[in-house]
């Protein structure tokens, strides 16, 4: 929503420049589709390294 009323505004002080926002934003959301999918395999990665190097802290202290 906040988007949205930032965009009415922008069309209200300079259209043309609102307009080529409206037409250039799909085409960005496109092309950053797989920096998107390489940060969320790099996360997948660093977190399963994470649980490989807690686990043995893990098994020792779930001791008594």
Do not use: E, H, K
Request: net charge positive; with cysteine.
């Amino acid at each position: 929503m906040v988007t949205f009323l930032v965009w009415c505004v922008l069309f209200v002080l300079c259209w043309p420049l609102a307009l080529l926002a409206l037409v250039l934003y799909p085409i960005v959301w496109l092309l950053l589709i797989p920096f998107r999918i390489v940060g969320i395999a790099v996360d997948g990665v660093l977190g399963l390294i994470r649980g490989i190097f807690m686990f043995p802290a893990r098994l020792l202290g779930s001791w008594p």
